[in-house]
């Protein structure tokens, strides 16, 4: 029996040993991990509102600089109305007043000495549909050489919507405007930072927004002839394109609470089950519901090739509970044979379980932290 008794202290002391070299190890990886992904996430957002700094992933273009005989046209938006939002389905509908104002004797905007672009909308929403445009005001100042068109915009842009780090997720709503036939050579924009703004009642639901906006010129790169006879199979031009970005955020900790409050409960209930006399009822019960809490998550993001943050943390608390439920298994069959615990067991077995409570806080702290730190 005192054998028995050894045997069982040195595998209790494998088991917390085990635990925590793997702890250890899996929170170092995953917190890194996120960090890297919440970073990665921001540098992608900063650079696409970079008008210095090309598209992460998409072809560069050919010069950042503005050619030297391009004209400027000045373009700005005021964002009325944001129709719906599907981050799932990666699409917005919004509303929004256009404008454009420029020397009518330096370039043909509007295309009215164009017979093959005559009574076109000058102007194309790129990655999306305009659902209507209805001419607002149109102002000609000939002794100041100004021309001024004015619309109302309805447009759908499908937008691809990083979900990393769901549910503290957050997004730019950028507005893509750009000449349907003059390219950059000929036209580049200029955004007017004076009267482009966003509605006060611009309201998305699930999100917050930024009083501030963004607005830059960039070039957009196109590096096809389309099967025009005209141009060389390696043809490559740029065309000016005016973005507005609004920056929309869910909160911190709060967010995280919401959605993870009944998942947080039932591995609380796990940790308590071996006081109660029949532990399994309550291990299964909290697995149940942290396999629910898997599907509700899944149902509310797109179909994506990466685990985003609420993934992780749920996925977390599915392997808290197994191991949990593993030991409940393996510790009776393994060490309690004789079916009495002294001192050392008890100990060994209460420090066991509060090390694996303490990593389950420690990993969801430091996950929520660099998420939200490095956003």
């Known amino acids: 029996m005192f054998k028995n008794k050894k045997r069982s202290h040195v595998i209790l002391i494998f088991f917390l040993i085990s635990i ?74 919004y509303e929004f007043y256009l404008w454009f104002k420029w020397n009518p004797n330096e370039i043909d905007l509007l295309g009215e000495n164009d017979l093959s672009h005559k009574n076109e909308l000058p102007f194309t929403i790129v990655n999306g549909d305009i659902l209507k445009a209805d001419l607002v005001d149109r102002y000609s100042d000939s002794s100041n050489h100004i021309e001024y068109i004015q619309y109302f915009v ?87 394109q005016y973005r507005m970005a609004v920056r929309i955020y869910k909160g911190g900790f709060s967010v995280i609470l919401k959605l993870f409050l009944i998942l947080y409960i039932a591995v609380l209930v796990t940790f308590i089950a071996p006081f109660a006399p029949d532990p399994s009822r309550y291990t299964v019960g909290a697995l149940f519901t942290a396999a629910g809490g898997s599907y509700i998550i899944s149902s509310k993001l797109p179909s994506t090739n990466i ?61 929520i932290y660099f998420a939200i730190s490095y956003s």
């Open 307 to 367: 685990f985003s943050l609420a993934e992780i943390i749920n996925s977390f608390c599915i392997i808290i509970i197994v191991a949990m439920i593993a030991i409940f298994g393996i510790l009776p069959s393994l060490i309690f044979k004789d079916g009495v615990l002294d001192a050392f067991e008890k100990k060994m077995t209460m420090l066991i379980n509060l090390t694996m409570f303490l990593f389950f806080i420690l990993l969801n702290t430091l996950l």
């Open 20 to 93: 925590l070299i793997s702890g250890i190890t899996f929170s170092y990886t995953i917190s890194i991990f996120i960090k890297d992904m919440a970073t990665n996430l921001s540098n992608t957002m900063k650079n696409t509102m970079d008008p210095n700094v090309p598209d992460t992933g998409k072809t560069a273009s050919e010069s950042f600089s503005v050619p030297p005989n391009s004209k400027k046209v000045t373009i700005g938006t005021y964002l009325e109305r944001i129709e719906d939002l599907n981050i799932k389905d990666s699409h917005w509908t």
């Open 154 to 240: 309805k447009a759908k842009s499908t937008q691809f919507f990083d979900v990393s780090l769901y549910p503290i997720d957050k997004h730019d709503l950028i507005i893509p405007i750009e000449h349907k036939w003059i390219d950059r050579k000929n036209l580049y924009f200029e955004p007017d930072t004076k009267d482009s703004k966003v509605s006060s009642r611009v309201m998305i639901n699930g999100y917050e927004k930024e009083n501030d906006i963004k607005l830059i010129e960039k070039p957009h790169a196109y590096k096809s002839a389309r099967g025009n006879p005209k141009f060389s199979s390696d043809y490559k031009t740029d065309f000016s």
